[in-house]
């Protein structure tokens, strides 16, 4: 077996395994629990964490975003937006990568619209993408767990992380979040 036949399955088993996990969609109330939990894990690893929140407008979290591929990747998620405390929408996210890529991911994201005019405008598009519709600043944490104040003067901020802390330098740009009808 070549090594450019070994490339092609392995394709072709990351693209039909996306596809397949794509078509099953979550429903409302697995989001919700994932969310908890997700939750939950941002509140154990960051510092403050409720004081964050609560400087936020609304914040969008996707407890399972799963990436993968071989050359040609991609990554695709679901979660919920939180305004006041309760559920508003569900939302998807996806984006699509080229390049010297193998092998998979799994990560949160939580994304906080820290004033009332970015938080609108991302309700009211039709499809929202980051890097074209918004900038959105990545935080970082210090070694006790504290966050970089200054990138929460930003009108859109983003924590990624995993079951085992925050995940570094991972960039959003491309991410293409859209409504989900639940």
């Known amino acids: 077996m070549t090594l450019r036949s070994v ?7 990351v693209l039909v395994g996306g596809a397949a996990s794509g078509a099953r969609a979550a429903s409302r109330e697995e989001i919700d629990r994932r969310v908890q939990r997700a939750l939950e894990e941002f509140h154990e690893n960051v510092k403050d964490s409720q004081s964050i929140l609560s400087r936020a407008s609304g914040y969008l979290i996707f407890p399972r975003i799963t990436k993968a591929g071989i050359v040609i990747g991609g990554e695709y998620g679901e979660g919920a937006l ?8 569900y939302y998807s996210t996806a984006a699509g990568s080229f390049g010297f890529q193998l092998g998979g991911q799994r ?3 939580m994304i906080l619209f820290m004033n009332d005019d970015t938080l609108e405008d991302f309700q009211d598009s039709n499809g929202w993408e980051i890097g074209a519709d918004a900038s959105v600043a990545v935080v970082t944490l210090d070694a006790g767990g504290a966050v970089d104040t200054t990138t929460l003067d930003r009108p859109v901020v983003a924590f990624i992380f995993d079951n085992k802390g925050l995940m570094y330098n991972l960039t959003l740009e491309g991410s293409k979040i859209s409504k989900l009808d639940r």
Do not use: A, K, P
């Open 7 to 13: 490339f092609s399955t392995l394709l072709i088993v």
């Open 82 to 89: 939180i305004v006041n405390g309760q559920t508003v929408g």
């Open 107 to 109: 990560r949160r994201q």
